[in-house]
């Protein structure tokens, strides 16, 4: 586990709103291809030149102009479509305050440095971050709108995905667009150091092309993301300090088999094993949602360690990790977006790697460079 501090990031101050861009995008056969990740790597200075030589190629384009963009995806089954623009990073809200884009967990300080800097000298956003809402129903009839028209793009990429897009030009649409997200909240679904390192870009160099960060909006009633669970391993104790620990905070608790614990786990119920003792613990009904009592309740009140912390997306994962002497897996549900939603809306956080947002689009369908935008602003 990354020992150093995490800290929020600022909220950004309403109205919420996505204004056009002029794209870069890979030619859809490079489109998850691994060697398409060589154009956007060290050296980051020489970035540029590169996707210059990739246009001259053909394995990049630039669009013509100016759009917002509905993309809709399709990975493992699931179909995802969000409204992808510039988002302006350039105010501050206070939390709670209509209209902003509320981050859900902390951030480590210098890797959004570290972001903001490899992103300086590629003078590019080279995906969205992935930003997640209950849009209204009114915005939801106004991009079905948008699909009724042919796709500007439609492609299959390298590793199957499907996708489609819609370049959006029309002046009067965009403009019901930015009404219609006006005074909407949207949490961070991934992309929390991303959006620091904008908000740090922007603080260097306010009043041009920085004061704005390339994102997706995702309508969790049309078309919603897959919520997963992160696992944790506690490293340096064991299960009889879990127990002592449950115990010390008043909760339930059951000592029971593999079958029947994997079967239990649900909100409100954490599993906790070292894949020999496996033992349940219910957490009780509140307003907090289970990593969050984990962290903040059972883990402090651990005899022992943890002396670090490891995560798992699966329950395989986590379990193979217990495995080993002096570890142990505590399995969690995953949360529901709208306990996400009110926990953060409520001014709180939750812990690191508390959530899992799937399937997140992949990188160079969309791509943002500020010298285009430079160079039209001259």
């Not at 440095?113 to 930003?131: T, V």
Request: glycine share 8%; hydrophobic share 40%.
């Amino acid at each position: 586990m990354d020992s150093r501090p995490a800290l929020a990031p600022p909220a950004l101050g309403g109205p919420l709103r996505l204004t056009p861009f002029t794209a870069l995008r890979l030619a859809p056969s490079r489109v998850a291809d691994p060697s398409a990740g060589r154009a956007l790597a060290r050296p980051y200075r020489d970035v540029a030149a590169r996707l210059q030589r990739w246009q001259r190629r053909g394995a990049m384009i630039r669009e013509p102009g100016p759009a917002l963009y509905l993309h809709e995806y399709t990975a493992s089954g699931i179909t995802v479509r969000g409204l992808v623009g510039l988002l302006d990073v350039s105010h501050r809200a206070a939390p709670g305050e209509p209209g902003t884009v509320v981050p859900h967990e902390g951030i480590h300080p210098s890797q959004a440095d570290d972001i903001a800097d490899r992103m300086n000298e590629m003078e590019l956003n080279p995906a969205p971050i992935l930003l997640v809402q209950r849009s209204p129903e009114a915005l939801r009839a106004e991009l079905a709108a948008v699909r009724d028209q042919p796709p500007s793009a439609t492609f299959t990429d390298r590793r199957e995905q499907r996708h489609r897009l819609w370049s959006i030009t029309d002046p009067e649409t965009l403009e019901r667009l930015a009404a219609l997200l006006s005074g909407t909240d949207a949490v961070i679904a991934d992309g929390h150091h991303r959006y620091a390192a904008y908000l740090r870009l922007q603080q260097r160099s306010p009043g041009g092309a920085l004061d704005h960060g390339l994102a997706m909006v995702v309508d969790q009633n049309d078309t919603p993301l897959f919520l997963g669970a992160i696992h944790r391993v506690l490293h340096g104790t064991s299960v009889d300090d879990v127990v002592a620990a449950a115990d010390a905070l008043g909760l339930s608790r059951r000592e029971t088999t593999r079958a029947d614990a994997v079967a239990a786990l649900a909100p409100h119920t954490l599993v906790a094993t070292d894949t020999h003792r496996w033992v349940v613990v219910s957490l009780g009904e509140g307003d907090r949602p289970d990593v969050d009592l984990l962290h903040r309740s059972l883990i402090p009140q651990l005899r022992h360690g943890p002396t670090s912390i490891s995560f798992h997306h699966s329950v395989g994962d986590a379990l193979d990790g217990a495995a080993r002497e002096g570890r142990v897996g505590v399995l969690c549900a995953a949360p529901g977006f709208d306990e996400v939603h009110d926990f953060v809306a409520a001014g709180r956080l939750f812990p690191e790697k508390a959530t899992s947002f799937q399937p997140k689009p992949p990188p160079g369908v969309l791509m943002r460079p500020w010298n285009v935008e430079r160079a039209e602003q001259r």
